[in-house]
């Protein structure tokens, strides 16, 4: 069920949930919202090549991203983390778009998959610390630049994407500007695609529990959105929008969080391109 229309969908909108709890099953997404879902990849494979002009093949030209206007970007050395910060007029909408994997140096950070404790103010939150380190490498320049964005457009909403590791930093993010900026919280939204898992049950439980609107999109058997495993401690947040068999469906399910997509394990058969198969996502 869209939010407002044109930006955001609401899966825990009365439309969708109905009783007390979840409902244990898989709803399947409306064409309309598919698009949003569309949309929001888009603005994340442009991460891949934006930087201070919305100008760049396809992903620039989605419908939906019209007219949007780059505010800030950043690119830094090690760890490597690259993104931008925009906002769409007609939307009303501020996104902030990390950039996923496209270097051998981020899947250094990738395979670092100790965990560390974070935030501090959260007992029994750790976090894949590889993503920690890309993330605490630019946290700074982006909490400041989202405050000053965020103050001078208030009427806006602020949608945070990313796709891959992109998606990691973004869900890292949102939990941080809680945090930081708690006043933000109701604006908030995140929209990633092919995101890992991030940390364990503690850090899920932690976003989950800011009860902002999120999709965390999986297409087909996306190996990725498989790792790193959950029986090594991580564990995903919601909401999963499997994208399978020519549907989009919710998993709503708090139970089914790391069994939607993964159902059928570490092993099932992955097309090679499901990572980057992404309905919107394309940035060669």
Known sequence: MLANNTSAIDWASPGVITGVGFITKQVEVSTADKEILAMYAAYSGAAYTVANQWSCPYACEYPGTEGTIVEYNWEVGVPESAGYIARNPTKKLIIVAFRGTDNILQWVDNTDIWQMQWPAAINNSY??????????????????????????????????????????????????????????????????????????????????????????????????????????????????????????????????LDHCADADGLFYPSAADDHVSYKGLKYE
């Open 127 to 256: 976090v894949h610390r590889g993503f920690m380190r890309g993330y605490l490498s630019v946290q700074s320049i982006v909490l400041s630049a989202v405050k000053e964005i965020a103050t001078k457009y208030p009427d806006y909403s602020i949608s945070l994407v990313g796709h891959s590791l992109g998606g990691a930093k973004a869900a890292i993010c949102l939990l941080d500007l809680s945090l930081e900026m708690p006043e933000l919280l109701p604006r908030l939204r995140l929209y990633t695609q092919g995101q890992p898992r991030v940390g364990n049950r503690g850090f899920a439980n932690a976003v989950n529990a800011l009860g902002v609107i999120m999709s965390r999109e999986v297409y087909e058997y996306d190996l990725i959105p498989r790792l790193p495993l959950a029986s090594m401690g991580f564990h995903h947040h919601s909401y999963e929008a499997w994208d399978h068999e020519n549907t989009t469906k919710i998993c709503l399910d708090p139970g089914l």
